[in-house]
């Protein structure tokens, strides 16, 4: 077959697939060996640049980068415990049956989860949005009876869950926790979202000084009442 030519800028005719186009496709092979090279060698900037105080671009750093948009939420410990007293009846053993559990030193959220596979930021989520208030109570003790009056008198949106602690198998183990994990260590003990706002007397100052409706709403739960008279 004869070979091809076209006319160069001077009118010089030259033959197709020359030496131009040889560079070309040369060019593009050594990119693609470069991206190549990128992607799927392990590498790292030489020590000396990186002492030099050059912003890391090495690969762990690109991937930490990426990471970073789907940020990590840090889950407190009480969400493990108000995942549990929010669950169903069965999640009541769950700290009971834990073998040699030492309610006064931290726990992994993991023993709270008995196993299963829970997404904690999103469980956090769920538990402030449906139980935006959660009161620790006992159910003979007059101080968490005039707590649940109080409460009840504002009528609250979506309701408090209230967790009686003397009739769980978990209940000393609970008192533990949250003596740890709130700073309070009596009943009742008032959460809203997580953080605890103390006990009946606390909760009593709170409704007399006319903050009480700023902090539900803040929460998320919605009083629907101005609490008792
Ligand atoms: C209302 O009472 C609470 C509980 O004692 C207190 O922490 C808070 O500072 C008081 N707020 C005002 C505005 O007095």
């Known amino acids: 077959m004869a070979t091809q ?5 001077k009118g010089h005719p030259k033959p197709i697939g020359g ?16 991206l190549l090279f990128f992607f799927f060698v392990p590498w790292e900037l030489p020590p000396s640049l990186k002492d030099a105080g050059l912003p890391g671009i090495s690969r762990a750093n690109v991937a ?8 990590k939420v840090e889950v407190g410990e009480i969400y493990g415990l108000l995942h549990l007293v929010t669950g169903d ?11 040699q559990l030492d309610p006064t030193v ?17 469980e956090q989520a769920l538990i402030d949005k449906e139980y935006p208030v959660i009161v620790f109570s006992k159910t003979y003790c007059p101080y968490s009876k005039r707590a ?19 009739i769980r198998d978990d209940g000393n183990v ?12 009596t009943f009742p003990n008032v959460l809203l979202r997580g953080h605890s706002i103390g006990g009946s007397d606390n909760l009593q100052q709170l409704h007399e000084n006319k903050t009480l409706t700023k902090l539900l709403e803040e929460a998320g739960a919605t009083p629907r009442a101005s609490g008792p008279k």
């Open 148 to 166: 649940k009056e109080l409460l009840a008198a504002y009528d609250i949106q979506p309701p408090p869950k209230i967790v009686e602690v003397d």
């Open 19 to 34: 030496p131009v186009r040889r560079r070309r496709v040369l060019l593009c092979g050594v990119l693609a060996l470069g």
């Open 106 to 122: 931290p726990i992994e959220l993991s023993v709270y989860a008995a196993g299963d596979a829970v997404d904690w930021a999103q």
């Open 89 to 99: 009846h069965e999640q009541e053993h769950v700290l009971s049956n834990a073998l």
């Open 5 to 9: 030519y076209f006319k160069d800028n």
């Open 174 to 185: 609970i008192k533990h926790l949250l003596t740890r994990l709130t700073k309070h260590s």
């Open 64 to 71: 930490q980068l990426m990471k970073t948009k789907g940020k």
